[in-house]
Each structure stands twice: as C-alpha cells, then as structure tokens.
C-alpha cells in the first residue's frame, strides 16, 4: 500500500512537471508573439513614415530647383503632377501646398506644404511632415503645427481652407 501511494504521489509530481513545463511554453510562445507583434507593426509605421518623409524631401527639392530657375515656388498644379511621380506619394496623404498665401516677404521658416495624414507611431505619438519655405522637411506634432499655420495663416487662407 505504501508503495502504490508512492507510486500516486510520483505520478502526480510527473504531472504537475509536466503541466508546469507546458505552462512555461505556452507563455514562452505567447510573449515572443506578441513583441514580434509589436515589432512589425512598429517596423511598418517607420517604413511608412520614412516613405512618406522622402516624398516630401524630393518635393522640397524640385520646388528649390523650381525656385532657382524661376524667382518664386511652383504653382500648385505644378507640384500636383509632380507629386503623382514622387516615390512614397501615397504615404503622404492629403498635402497642403501653400504657395498662393506666400509672397516675397516670406521668410524661410515659413510652412510651404504639410500632410494632413498624421504618421501614428506608438514610440513616437502622432507626427505631420512639414515642407519649409527653404527645402527644410520636419516632423511635427497636431499642436505645434496649428500654432505655427495660426501665425502664419492669412484669415482669406482659413476661409478658404474651411470651404474646402
């Protein structure tokens, strides 16, 4: 009797490995997941922005070339067939091209073109590309980029943004 009770008590310590070491595999695998998880929907959201950041950065430069040749930036329709052309164009969403509001007294800080599609990232919160006047190509969070278009937005601009 003692020994069929030994033989119990083995059986059930084997068990108990057992249901321990699958235990630990399931949450082994269960973890790995999902950081590899996490890892590709990071790696997307960097490719992603990083396409959408080279379409803006040759925009920039055709519309510098554009400037130098010419005097003065590209009209819209201009930079619209361009864009058609630029590689990552679709990454970058809407685009707001401002050049009818700018004239000569602009100064180089001033936002030439920006998306209207935020590049989401959940190490770097939501972010908008941003085109400056001198080629300049910048990510820059919702409220900082509406403080700098507050300053720089003629009220016509807003007006017609609103209509749109």
């Known amino acids: 009797m003692l020994v069929e009770e030994e033989k119990r008590v083995s059986s059930i310590e084997d ?6 070491s699958l235990l630990i595999n399931f949450i082994a695998v269960t973890v790995i997941t999902a950081v590899v998880i996490v890892a590709m929907v990071n790696l997307r959201n960097w490719v992603n922005r990083s ?8 925009l920039g430069k055709v ?3 554009y400037r130098s040749e010419h005097g003065s930036v590209p009209p819209e329709s201009y930079v619209n067939n361009i864009r058609e052309n630029l590689e990552g ?3 970058l969403g809407k685009l707001h091209y401002r050049a009818r509001w700018l004239d000569f007294d ?5 936002i030439l ?3 209207e599609h935020a590049h989401r990232s959940w190490l770097f919160g939501d972010k908008f590309i941003v085109l400056r006047l001198d080629g300049r190509v910048e990510w820059m969070e919702r409220q900082q980029l509406q403080d700098i278009l507050a300053r720089q937005q003629s009220p016509m601009e807003i007006q017609t943004l609103q209509k749109e």
Do not use: G, I
Request: hydrophobic letters at 30%.
């Open 15 to 20: 068990m108990n490995r057992q249901q321990k």
């Open 63 to 65: 519309v510098l070339q």
């Open 51 to 58: 396409e959408a950041r080279r379409a803006m950065e040759h």
């Open 106 to 110: 602009s100064t180089k800080d001033e």
């Open 89 to 91: 164009n679709v990454r």
């Open 113 to 115: 073109a920006y998306t």
